[in-house]
């Protein structure tokens, strides 16, 4: 068990600063071979919904829409949300369609 803790350590070990860019790169694929730290993140970016606002004061709870929750084929248009349209009908997601669109 002893050897075990010194080759992880020595491993993960480095004469970097922590700034620098190999080690930026070696904790970003640390993190994208962990498949649950990958999953979480693929998750977290599927179920949140990107806004871009002018005063970050505009930003609360009450505005905010998950991807999944978007289906009306009027608000994607008007919003100009087209990768988020394609993305549904690439993986045949559900989408609404009344008669203002």
């Not at 004061?57 to 248009?77: C, G, M, P, T």
């Not at 988020?84 to 669109?101: A, T, V």
Request: aromatic share 20%.
């Amino acid at each position: 068990m002893e050897e075990n803790k010194s080759i992880i350590t020595t491993t993960v070990k480095s004469d970097k600063p922590i700034g620098s860019y190999e080690n930026g790169e070696y904790l970003f694929w640390k993190v994208f071979n962990n498949k649950y730290l990958l999953n979480f993140i693929i998750y977290k970016i599927q179920t949140s919904e990107w806004e871009y606002y002018q005063d970050h004061y505009q930003i609360h709870a009450e505005n905010r829409w998950k991807f999944k929750d978007v289906f009306s084929f009027d608000w994607l248009i008007i919003n100009q949300q087209f990768p988020l349209l394609k993305n549904k009908i690439e993986n045949n997601d559900f989408i609404l369609f009344d008669k203002k669109s």
